[in-house]
């Protein structure tokens, strides 16, 4: 399986120098949930074995989760709880919503317990990020826990992201080097799936830009936002009647970074390497929907 589709997505460099190349789509776009639900049908027509959704507990996974219950598609949700020594939840502020939607919707999900703290201590945090050149101490657990399911795997990664630039005041599609860390993940550990579900095909990319909240988030319809965060429900509601919640975004690890372990040498090195591994690729939002939706065209005149 392809980690994105026709490998439309392509990162290069480190810090600084990270850049990402954006390929434009080969047809007219729809809805970003028609061309989600479209996304859901080549995943599953690729899938092998059981098709497993790292599920955090977050809108985004939520959401990816309801379109393939919607499809009527045997999607396994996979929750990881996130223990101290002592066995205490670090996460369980965010996977709490993980488990009752799967309990409001008669699903038994897979839950796979990981101590923390001991993969801290072991080293394995530390090797994982090094191995993939990950600055965020946040992810090296989700991608172990990609490697701890048989089948395909999926997860309910950001969808296409978007940030205001205070100094001049526009806006910014933002391809993080941090985030395009998983595909290393995924290629080096031979993790079948992908990581990047909810931008895995360029028409999703587009149709997520071109979503009416989007277009007016750009345009400053929406006085006080500084990214998409906070108006990525109103895409996620547009067209599919889930009537999802806002809520505050969360990575689950609120709770460690107010821990001891946060203090250990490992998570303080990996944290360290956001000066070479933090890199942001930003393409002006109009500037950038103008040239996909130009280079959609092109491929329509010469098709």
Same mark, same amino acid.
């Given at each position: &399986? ?39 049908? &080549? ?21 990816? /989760?309801?379109?393939?219950?919607? /499809?009527? #598609? ?5 929750? &990881? =709880?996130?223990? @101290?020594? !002592?066995?205490?939840? %670090? ?5 709490? %919503? ?6 409001? +919707? ?6 796979? !317990?990981?101590?923390? !703290? ?24 989700? #991608? ?6 048989? $089948? ?27 985030? +395009? ?11 079948? $799936? ?22 007016? /988030?750009? =345009?400053?319809?929406?006085? $006080? ?11 996620? =509601? ?12 969360? +990575? ?10 946060? =203090? ?7 944290? @360290?390497?956001?000066?070479?591994? /933090? ?6 939002? +109009? ?17």
């Amino acid at each position: &399986m392809q980690l994105v589709d026709n490998n439309y997505l392509r990162g290069s460099g480190h810090g600084d120098t990270w850049n990402v190349e954006i390929d434009p789509p080969r047809r007219a776009v729809k809805s970003y949930y028609e061309e989600t639900i479209i996304a859901a049908e &080549m995943i599953w027509a690729q899938k092998q074995g059981k098709l497993n959704l790292l599920y955090s507990g977050g809108l985004d996974s939520e959401y990816v /989760l309801s379109v393939f219950l919607r /499809l009527g #598609m045997d999607i396994q949700p996979v929750i &990881m =709880n996130i223990r @101290s020594h !002592d066995g205490s939840v %670090y996460n369980l502020h965010e996977s709490k %919503y993980a488990f009752k939607f799967c309990d409001q +919707h008669g699903i038994t999900p897979t839950v796979i !317990d990981l101590n923390f !703290d001991k993969f801290v201590e072991s080293g394995e945090l530390l090797s994982i990020a090094e191995s993939v050149q990950c600055a965020a101490y946040q992810l090296p657990a989700s #991608m172990w826990l990609a490697s701890q399911v048989d $089948g395909t795997v999926i997860t309910g990664n950001d969808p296409p992201h978007m940030k205001l630039n205070v100094k001049d005041r526009l806006w910014y599609l933002d391809e993080e080097e941090i985030i +395009h860390s998983q595909f290393k993940y995924f290629k080096k550990y031979n993790v079948y $799936g992908t990581p990047f579900f909810l931008s895995y095909t360029p028409e999703q990319m587009l149709s997520f830009l071109l979503d009416p909240t989007m277009e007016a /988030l750009a =345009n400053h319809k929406f006085p $006080g936002k500084v990214g998409t965060n906070s108006t990525k429900v109103d895409v996620f =509601n547009n067209g599919t009647g889930f009537n999802l919640e806002q809520r505050v975004k969360q +990575h689950g690890y609120e709770k460690v970074a107010k821990s001891p372990i946060f =203090n250990h040498p490992d998570i303080q090195t990996v944290v @360290s390497r956001k000066d070479r591994w /933090l890199g942001t690729s930003d393409h002006q939002y +109009h500037q950038v929907v103008a040239r996909l939706s130009a280079g959609l065209m092109s491929k329509v005149l010469t098709d």
